[in-house]
């Protein structure tokens, strides 16, 4: 006993530490003993499970426990006096829900308490070196005995696994793991949540969805690994795109949604959709070769055209599917007289399996023809459709709804049957042409088609030409090379249709063996006008062309004007409208002799831009009157107007074109009934061939009028304005402008 003791002497062990002493009391730490509270505090701090903080009056940073730091990488001192609120900061993502929407910054200012607030070192984010790092703070502020505040005094812990795994989770959540864009359940949240705001604040928030065009054929030609490409890079143009205009997602699918806040110029939308069109058209570098897909794009705009989101989403989604029953490639905004048209294109594509079975549809004859002799060397088929219900509907409408299904097959095999027949008619020197879908022609049986076509007719393969687009060279190159190898040993002739308006990639002529080049008829529509570039484009296309040995077509031709300057650039074949639309056979072999076939020139001298005739009710304002006219025809600068005695020319007018759009417009021309005006802000298109106003009258001045808040009513409908009331209300609806406060008055007045 007494050597122990001696040894306990010696060590400094305390009797506690013994385990042998069982009867010594227990050492407990004095409140008072604040040497050994420091050690057991020290202890503490050097454990890593927690830490503390202190700050002081200023929120400087003034103490914080060694091995925090140590966790940071960073020196103590890099630390110490720095301001709190410089080196955490709270999650913009807020996953925290406690905490979600109050700053630390605010919160310290408030000198609130803080428990388990989750905050991220910045200096490791910002520098990128050092791990990323989140602590869970709490802390108090301390006051002296005076009251006044002398800093906080808190813990930490690091929590930086956890919440990560947090982050992550949330992410798959809201995000698509494919794009990283947001997914439907995060763009439904953000719209509700931006209209909701905006309704309050008054402001325009446009929706834009998109769905790609062509994409099934990417899944089904190159496999689904080089869909899921295209999407990814899809995705990536469309970030290039909108910038921080808006925010991005994708629902599923080949289907996309962008919210644009603050945005309702409808020319600005329209320049920003069809720039997202031509960029998402670009091909696709994937694996194995280039895909080639499209978009169509559907816009509404809240409060115009609705207010809640089902409204607006619902909206949005009619537009794009007018835009893609228009064709491809095409944007639209949404209009009052829109009707459920995703609901028609399945109803459309059912209609069209029945019509092919019914021998319903027909291939009308266009005539291609040589310029020197006014000579028809060829005819191409285009197929038409007379709907019972609907009347005729367009191929470009209906073939890419069959495309969507496999019975584009079909139909292109129907037509190249019939093409074959129905050209046997005609003398020997006259060819046909037939339109071959990229589906149609990577399909496995394509080849064998085209052969027992020519065998049941007894067609010369050299009189069948096939017009390819460039989107077969986005199946397997292997196929499509052993595809253009069988069709050149049948000995029929290849033509490469609407080049100019995709990639036109020259390496595609190289490769593949075309007899023939078609120019767009874009091009053709354009080159009369100041655009200078586009006879350009139509020369260079015709010099590479005969370089390669190969024939040119020059599609589209209506007018004199185009038909000299296209023949000055070289062009010795047209098909075009100045020779002939297409032509159902019977009228076809009316026309021809049974030698040769040659049509002369026909048309107006000059190629005019689209007036479209229209013949739609308007309302007319001036000053205190409202009047209903006719309008006969609508461009871009004016529009003619009948239904107004005895306007002077000069006077100021607005118009009134329904849904909102009002135009300012100053009488150009008056006879009798007729009067012609020019607007003073021109119109923009809707993306369909029609033309609206850059803006529309808001329905927030209307709901301070005492109407209820919804979207635009179709047609014109009273609004209790005065007349120089209409005109100001014209004027903010053209020019965009904040509404004018005599307005504003009027109107709460
Ligand atoms: P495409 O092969 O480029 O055919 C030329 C289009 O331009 C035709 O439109 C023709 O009517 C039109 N066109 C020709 N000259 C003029 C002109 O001077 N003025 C104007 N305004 N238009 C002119 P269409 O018949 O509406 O056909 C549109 C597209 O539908 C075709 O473009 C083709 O891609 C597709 N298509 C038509 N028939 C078939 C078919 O049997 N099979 C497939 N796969 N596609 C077809
Ligand atoms: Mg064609
Ligand atoms: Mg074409």
């Not at 060694?66 to 103590?76: G, I, K």
Request: glycine share 10%.
């Amino acid at each position: 006993m007494a050597v122990k003791r001696l040894f306990q002497g010696l060590t400094g062990r305390h009797a506690a530490a013994d385990p042998e002493a069982d009867h010594g009391a227990a050492a407990v730490i004095s409140p008072n003993d604040a040497a050994r509270r420091l050690e057991l505090l020290d202890d503490f701090e050097s454990g890593g499970f927690a830490w503390m903080w202190a700050t002081d009056a200023q929120g400087r940073l003034i103490y914080v426990s060694a091995s925090a730091a140590e966790r940071l990488d960073r020196p103590l001192a890099e630390l110490l006096a720095q301001p709190f609120v410089a080196l955490f900061e709270t999650d913009s993502e807020n996953l925290d829900e406690r905490n979600a929407g109050r700053p630390l910054k605010f919160q310290l200012s408030a000198r609130n308490k803080l428990v388990d607030v989750t905050v991220r070192f910045i200096p490791a984010r910002l520098s990128g070196s050092g791990r990323g790092a989140w602590w869970s703070i709490s802390g108090h502020p301390k006051f002296d005995a005076g009251g006044n505040f002398l800093g906080y005094r808190g813990s930490a812990k690091d929590i930086t696994t956890e919440y990560e795994r947090k982050l992550e989770d949330s992410r798959l959540a809201e995000y698509d793991s494919l794009t990283g864009l947001a997914n439907r359940h995060r763009m439904t949240r953000r719209l509700e949540s931006t209209l909701a705001a905006y309704k309050a604040a008054k402001r325009s928030c446009t929706l834009m969805m998109l769905d790609l065009d062509k994409f099934k054929q990417v899944n089904d030609m190159m496999g689904h690994p080089a869909g899921d490409e295209v999407l990814r890079q899809v995705a990536q143009r469309l970030q290039r795109v909108i910038g921080e205009r808006g925010e991005i997602g994708r629902l599923g699918g080949d289907e996309f949604q962008v919210i644009l806040p603050d945005l309702d110029d409808r020319g600005k939308l329209g320049e920003l959709a069809a720039k997202i069109i031509q960029i998402v058209s670009q091909p696709y570098p994937v694996e194995g070769g280039r895909a080639i897909i499209g978009t169509s794009v559907g816009l509404a705009i809240a409060p115009y055209d609705g207010v809640e989101r089902e409204e607006i989403v619902r909206a949005a989604d009619l537009a794009l599917y007018a835009a893609k029953n228009g064709g491809r490639g095409a944007f639209r905004f949404f209009s009052a007289d829109l009707k459920d048209e995703a609901e028609e294109r399945r109803m459309l594509e059912e209609d069209l399996r029945e019509a092919l079975a019914a021998d319903q549809l027909e291939l009308h004859y266009q005539p291609v023809v040589r310029t020197a002799d006014s000579m028809v060397v060829g005819c191409e088929a285009l197929m038409r459709w007379e709907h019972p219900e609907r009347g005729p509907i367009g191929p470009a409408a209906f073939i890419s709804v069959a495309e969507e299904s496999s019975l584009i097959i079909q139909l292109g095999e129907w037509a190249l049957r019939r093409a074959c027949q129905d050209a046997m008619q005609w003398p020997k020197s006259v060819r046909v042409a037939v339109n071959v879908s990229a589906v149609q022609f990577a399909s496995p049986g394509f080849p064998a088609i085209v052969t027992s076509a020519l065998a049941a007719s007894g067609l010369d393969a050299e009189r069948l030409e096939l017009e390819l687009t460039e989107s077969v060279f986005m199946g397997d190159s292997e196929t499509t090379d052993e595809t253009f190898k069988v069709l050149k040993q049948l000995g029929v002739r290849l033509a490469l249709d609407d080049f100019g308006t995709g990639y036109s990639s020259l390496s595609y002529l190289r490769s593949a063996p075309f007899d023939k080049l078609k120019v767009d008829k874009s091009f053709v529509d354009s080159c009369t006008q100041q655009d200078q570039n586009s006879a350009k484009i139509i020369a260079a296309i015709i010099g590479l062309s005969d370089a390669l040995g190969m024939e040119t077509t020059v599609e589209g031709v209506e007018a004199f004007d185009q038909l000299e300057l296209v023949r000055s650039k070289g062009a010795k074949f047209i098909q075009g409208w100045i020779y002939a639309k297409a032509l159902p056979q019977a009228e076809l072999l009316e026309a021809m002799g049974s030698e040769s076939f040659k049509i002369e020139p026909n048309g107006p001298d000059r190629h005019r831009p689209d007036r479209r005739s229209v013949f739609r009710r308007i309302g007319i304002i001036h000053e205190d009157h409202r009047y209903e006219a006719v309008m006969r025809d609508l461009s871009t600068t004016g529009a003619r107007i009948d239904g107004l005695v005895g306007v002077p020319v000069g006077t100021g007018l607005v118009i009134d074109l329904g849904g909102g759009q009002l135009a300012v417009a100053e009488v150009t021309r008056s006879a009798d009934a007729h009067i012609a005006v020019e607007f003073e802000t021109p119109l923009v298109s809707d993306g369909a061939g029609g033309l609206v106003t850059r803006h529309r009258v808001s329905p927030y001045a209307l709901a301070a009028a005492g109407m209820p808040l919804a979207a635009l009513p179709p047609g014109n409908y009273p609004l209790s304005l005065g007349g120089e009331g209409w005109r100001q209300a014209a004027v903010h609806a053209g020019g965009g402008g904040p509404l004018s406060t005599g307005l504003q008055s009027r109107i709460s007045g």
